[in-house]
C-alpha cells in the first residue's frame, strides 16, 4: 500500500476516534446558561491528567446560524490544561478545543452541548477554526476546520462534517471515498494530496495533482485528477474519476 494513502487512512481512523471519544451518546449533553458557556469552559479532561496543568479560557464565542428556530454557538479555547506527556512538547494551547452548542427552544438563555472537538493525549499541535455554514443540493453542513500536524496535502483529515436534517446536526462520512481513488489510480501513480474539501461540497467537482512514484513531495509531475462526487446517504462517494497524465500540475 503506498504510503501517502497509509498515512491517509490512519490520520482518518485517529480522527474518528477522538469523535468519538468527545461525543458519547450514552451520555446526557451538558447544559449551561449561554452566559455561562461565554465566560468559561466546560470539563474537557479527566482530573487524573490535569495534575501539573494550566487553565483555560474562552477566547472565541459566537453564533454559527439558525436553523428551524434553533440557535446555534460556537466556543473556541485557549486551553492549557490539556494532557502533558513529560516527554511531549505541546506547541500550541491557543484554539485548541471547540465546543458546538444547540440552544434552548424554549429558553433562549439556555444552551447544551451537542458536539466537542480536543486535542488529544498523543497530539502535539491542534488548533480548530471558527465553523461555517456550506449550502448544497444536500442540505446546509456544518464545517469545522481543524489544522495538525502532518503536510499540508492531509490537513482535510482534521475536518468534520454535519448535515441538518430532521431538526439536527448529523454527522457525515468525507473521509472513505479515499479507498476507492486509491483503488482507481493506475500503478506508479498516487494522490498529490487532498486540499480544502470543503470547498467541493457546493458543486461536487474536485480536482486535485497527480504524483508519480518517483515524484518528490514539494512536485508532483502526475497531472490532474478530476473527480464529480455523490451523495449515498450521509456518505460522500466518487461518482467518476479522470486522471490526465499530460495536465501540467500547477505545483
Given at each position: ?6 498515512l491517509?487512512?490512519l490520520?482518518a481512523a485517529?480522527?474518528?476516534?477522538f ?8 451520555t446526557?449533553?451538558l447544559?449551561?446558561t449561554?452566559?455561562?458557556?461565554q465566560?468559561?469552559c466546560?470539563p474537557?479532561?479527566?482530573e487524573e491528567?490535569?495534575?501539573g496543568g ?7 464565542f459566537?453564533?454559527i446560524s439558525?436553523?428551524?428556530g434553533?440557535?446555534?454557538y460556537?466556543?473556541r479555547y485557549?486551553?492549557?490544561?490539556r ?7 505541546v506547541?500550541?494551547?491557543e484554539?485548541?478545543?471547540?465546543v ?7 429558553d ?7 458536539a466537542v472537538?480536543?486535542?488529544?493525549e ?6 480548530f ?5 456550506i449550502?448544497?443540493d ?6 469545522s476546520?481543524?489544522?495538525g500536524?502532518g503536510?499540508?496535502g492531509q490537513?482535510y483529515?482534521?475536518?468534520q462534517?454535519?448535515?441538518?436534517r430532521?431538526?439536527d ?11 476507492d481513488?486509491?483503488?482507481?489510480m ?12 470543503a470547498?467541493?461540497?457546493p ?6 495533482t ?6 518528490a ?5 502526475g497531472g490532474?485528477i478530476?473527480i464529480?462526487f455523490?451523495?449515498?446517504?450521509l ?7 479522470e ?9
Open positions: 500500500m503506498n504510503h501517502f494513502f497509509r491517509y487512512l490520520i485517529t480522527l474518528w476516534g469523535v468519538a471519544v468527545a461525543q458519547n451518546s450514552e446526557e449533553p447544559t449551561w449561554l452566559a455561562e458557556f465566560s468559561r466546560i474537557l479532561w479527566p491528567v490535569t495534575v494550566g487553565d483555560c479560557t474562552v477566547a472565541e459566537g453564533l439558525e436553523f428551524d434553533i440557535q446555534f460556537y466556543a485557549h486551553d492549557d490544561s494532557y502533558r506527556p513529560e516527554d511531549r512538547l506547541f500550541t494551547t484554539f485548541n478545543a471547540l458546538l452548542l444547540k440552544g434552548d427552544s424554549s433562549s438563555r439556555m444552551a447544551s452541548v451537542f472537538r480536543q486535542q488529544w498523543d497530539d502535539w499541535y491542534r488548533i477554526r471558527a465553523p461555517k455554514i449550502q448544497t444536500h442540505g446546509p453542513i456544518l464545517y476546520q481543524g489544522l500536524s503536510w499540508s490537513q483529515s482534521h475536518d462534517y454535519w448535515l441538518w430532521s431538526g446536526w448529523v454527522e457525515i462520512d468525507t473521509h472513505s471515498w479515499l479507498r481513488l486509491r483503488e482507481r493506475p500503478d506508479g501513480f498516487y494522490p498529490g494530496g487532498i486540499y480544502e474539501l470547498e467541493a461540497l458543486t461536487m467537482t474536485y480536482e486535485i497527480a504524483r508519480r512514484a518517483s515524484d513531495t514539494c512536485c508532483p509531475s490532474r478530476r464529480r455523490e451523495w449515498d446517504d456518505t460522500l462517494r466518487m461518482a467518476s474519476f486522471l490526465d497524465p499530460g495536465t501540467e500540475s500547477p505545483n
